[in-house]
């Protein structure tokens, strides 16, 4: 197989989108020797190689143009682009235009604008604005804001999200705010318009069909997922189905298949299908906002039909490679979405598959034809599986050994879902007919959320080794589709060696992982958290004031344990952010028990009503403790302290961990100054292991404990100032410092 032979078109494109990639993501200098690289290795085979190809002398300088301007693209579009932040330190004052309003909700406010002016001096760049105010610009409108622009780590997700869009910053703090209506521009106008056309076609069908079944119809035919609960995002990503909730080709296809079976019905000719097609395309691209897995899937289908208007035959890898290079030209910075990746490299790994078989025949049999449609369904969906895995591994670190069964079983039944939504929109007053298509959605959401819920059904592939070994086969096939003639055999007998090496590191791994068991513990401030690890089974528990912001800290420790579900999630104490945040947990992950304190006063009474509440409407199970009562944990064993009290209005916290003969007791900021001070100096005199903590209310004196168990081996220590001189230099033997951010490793 040679995929790239007689397209020389589909091989400039790929050239060029390769180089862009790279270049995306390199500093100037290697720019620069990645540029002389190519002036070498793709100038050598048209000077060297004397070719019987005449192709070869023209197509290899071509090539090297391409990249050449593709590294030079690069060094335009990101290397100056999101250094916004570091151009501009302190307060700024920005006047720019309103892009697009991205939310709303009471008195806060967010939208993209373009930008004229940053402290006077002119500048094109683009920001996104967060603010708290009443004035509701529109898009088109001049506004003049003072603000602080954030600095945003390059391995926090929100500088990936704020690239793919070609944001080069995000104010916030914002202040003096001010809008000064202006004339819209011709694409304000149009972004306006579909959006208006969007939101009033979205409310028809919530109006007509409530519910999530009303949400999933939004988010299958207009692209709206933030409607859906978070939830049922998670299940679609735990059953490996989250590409149908991403407007996509399978979107496109559907509907445009609807539209051309139906002309076939009325006998329409065949360039009046195609045009219908074609307006169809565009104005459903529009419609959605022009979403990048739109946009690609939208031109291959454009590509198509125009290949009959100009009489020649469409090739499904050439139309994919030059969309795919559109995209890449008239916004560059999608190289930087990972939906924009998966979307290309699904089609291209479908596209390769198809154009291998495209040699055998079809039974005639019905039987056979039943079962020759299954098991090409099947090939599909593992063929777009296997071209993706290296970068699911990079972007989600997981994959679900659901996703062939699922996409067989379930995609369907999204599919006619899809079908209905759209006949929603003209038999929606019909009586009856919204609440019997919003069952069926329930019904449907119910099914992915049952299979959901299945244990062991994710896999964790967040190991470096393990990506790197993706990558480097991920390319060993690539250049041998696409550069070789190699054949079936020899194609599969690579494959089969690359998974096997895979399969054996990830059995290594996952067998050092589920015999496991011990804590890790993570501190950013006063914010701290507990992760509990026995084997395949994580039980976080909670240091937090309750905010989302702290539980991501917890979120990063369940991704470092490799855990892909949480058994269990304590909270030691209550925070009216607990219940504003506990929607989130479970949005990024499975919780099966939410373990609460017995509230002490009416305060945390009603708190703990509306978690229960909120941990119902989750599917989450809640479970009272008390203090010192034991909770069962695996092998190990959980001892709950009763909240201290002192002259601060925090509570004081201490809990204990015991595996085997080892006991590990946290103790929080405090709690020898409180009312359980004596219990307190009981537990650090019977534990081996201990982390003196920093969450609690502010403390009179340090700790200065003078018993300690004969078995203690380890001290964990957030913050050397907590302990006295004398203790400190105790225990200084056992002391380890635990960096801010960082995760300390406990075993047990």
Known sequence: ????????????????????????????????????????????????????????????????????????????????????????????????????????????????????????????????????????????????????????????????????????????????????????????????????????????????????????????????????????????????????????????????????????????????TLLGQIVLVLFYMALTGFSVSIIRAGMMTLLFSLSFFARREADGITSLSLAAVLIALFSPTAVYDCGYWLSVVATFGILARNEWRQTKQKPTTLPARIVHGVMDSLCVTLAATFATLPLVAIFFGEISLLTPLCNLLLIPLFNLYLLLAVLTLALGPIPGFGALVGMLGELLLSLVSWAASLRGILLSLDYTPVKLLLLILAAIVFVCLCATHIGRKRMALIGLVGISVIALFLGIAEIHRTTASGVYYSHTGTNEILLLQDGNRGLLCDLTNGSYTAQKNGLHAIDRAHLTELEGYLITHYHARHVRSLSKVCGQILLRTLYLPIPTSEDEEKLYRALTAEAASLGVTCVLYKPYEDIPFGDMTIHPHAQGKSQANHPTVAISMRHGDQLLTYLGAGHHESDQAEQAASAVAKSSLLIFGLHGGREESRPDFSTFSSSLSEVVLPNADRLTPSLAAFLEARLRLAEEGAFSWIDL
């Open 1 to 272: 197989m040679n995929l790239l032979r007689n397209r020389p078109l589909a091989t400039c494109c790929m050239v060029f989108l390769l180089a862009l990639t790279v270049a995306a993501n390199t500093d100037s200098l290697t720019k620069l020797w990645l540029g002389g690289a190519a002036v070498f290795f793709l100038l050598l085979p048209a000077i060297v190689l004397k070719s019987k190809r005449r192709r070869l002398p023209v197509l290899a300088p071509l090539c090297l143009l391409l990249s050449l301007l593709a590294l030079l693209d690069g060094y335009l579009q990101f290397d100056r682009r999101f250094q916004m932040a570091e151009d501009y330190t302190g307060e700024v004052t920005i006047c720019a235009r309103v892009r697009e309003i991205t939310y709303t909700n009471g008195s806060a406010l967010g939208f993209t604008a373009d930008c004229e002016t940053v402290n006077g001096t002119p500048d094109n760049r683009r920001v996104t604005v967060w603010a708290y105010t009443d004035l509701l610009p529109a898009a088109g409108d001049r506004v003049t804001l003072r603000a602080e622009l954030l600095d945003v780590s390059e391995e926090d997700s929100l500088f990936l999200y704020l690239r793919a869009r070609g944001i080069s910053a995000q104010a916030e703090d914002v202040f003096d705010l001010t809008i000064t209506e202006a004339t819209p521009r011709a694409g304000d106008r149009l972004r306006t318009f579909f959006a208006d056309l969007r939101s009033g076609l979205g409310a028809h069908l919530s109006r007509h069909v409530p519910g999530n079944g009303g949400a999933l119809m939004r988010a299958l035919l207009l692209g709206e997922q933030h409607l859906l609960p978070d939830t049922i995002t998670r299940d679609c990503r735990r059953t490996g189905i989250s590409h149908v909730l991403s407007l996509s080709g399978l979107h496109i296809s559907l509907l445009v298949g609807a539209l051309a079976t139906l002309c076939r019905r009325l006998r329409c000719p065949r360039y009046a």
